[in-house]
T-cell receptor
Framework: EPEVTQTPSHQVTQMGQEVILRCVPI?????FYWYRQILGQKVEFLVS????????KSEIFDDQFSVERPDGSNFTLKIRSTKLEDSAMYFC???????????FGQGTRLTVV | QKEVEQDPGPLSVPEGAIVSLNCTYS??????FMWYRQYSRKGPELLMY????GNKEDGRFTAQVDKSSKYISLFIRDSQPSDSATYLC?????????FGKGTRLHILP
């Protein structure tokens, strides 16, 4: 069964460093998303991406964040200068179309020290 | 008023009982409704997806949507200990999915 895969499963980084979280969406899907979940809190929307551009972003997704689809299979989230409060689980999701169901990956646990 | 309201629980029920989980929402732009199950430190797993008012059944799960009341429900029949998890309601509109806080469910053997 097709699935969304994310790497790495756990990343530890020092405050101020750049990190790139990687995702491989389901192959025929066209819409891609990043979400984050701080421990014990709700899953929060960061950004949606379609046709090689951002279609929607939240207030959380500030200039420190960027997304890219560098090739036909990967979808990445970059955090330029990490802060302690960026520590969270980051989930990638994809859907075939904007009004179809979205499938999530298992997440990357980011720990900023 | 928050966009999506969901009682965080925890909700404890005996094995075999019918479980009822609910969410309310305020944004009329939401047109598509989902229920996800999440185990600790894992990604949300899609259980149900629906876009119209009424009921949708899949095995032991029934999703119910009432757009006029802005209220959605998930029913789990014949609950099992393996159903113990956090259940997230989610609503889609305007190119984003908004989640409820999740309800922690414990099924007692």
């Amino acid at each position: 069964e097709p699935e969304v895969t994310q790497t790495p499963s756990h990343q530890v980084t020092q405050m101020g460093q750049e990190v790139i979280l990687r995702c491989v969406p389901i192959s025929n899907h066209l819409y891609f998303y990043w979400y984050r979940q701080i421990l014990g809190q709700k899953v929060e929307f960061l950004v949606s991406f379609y046709n090689n551009e951002i279609s929607e972003k939240s207030e959380i997704f500030d200039d420190q964040f960027s997304v890219e689809r560098p090739d036909g299979s990967n979808f990445t989230l970059k955090i330029r200068s990490t802060k302690l409060e960026d520590s969270a689980m980051y989930f990638c999701a994809s859907s075939w179309w904007e009004n179809t169901e979205a499938f999530f990956g298992q997440g990357t646990r980011l720990t900023v020290v | 008023q928050k966009e999506v309201e969901q009682d965080p629980g925890p909700l404890s029920v005996p094995e075999g009982a019918i479980v009822s989980l609910n969410c309310t929402y305020s944004n009329s732009a939401f047109q598509y409704f989902m229920w996800y199950r999440q185990y600790s430190r894992k990604g949300p797993e899609l259980l149900m997806y629906t876009y119209s008012s009424g009921n949708k059944e899949d095995g032991r799960f029934t999703a119910q949507v009432d757009k006029s009341s802005k209220y959605i429900s998930l029913f789990i029949r014949d609950s099992q200990p393996s159903d113990s998890a956090t259940y997230l309601c989610a609503m889609k509109g305007d190119d984003k999915i908004i989640f409820g806080k999740g309800t922690r469910l414990h099924i007692l053997p």
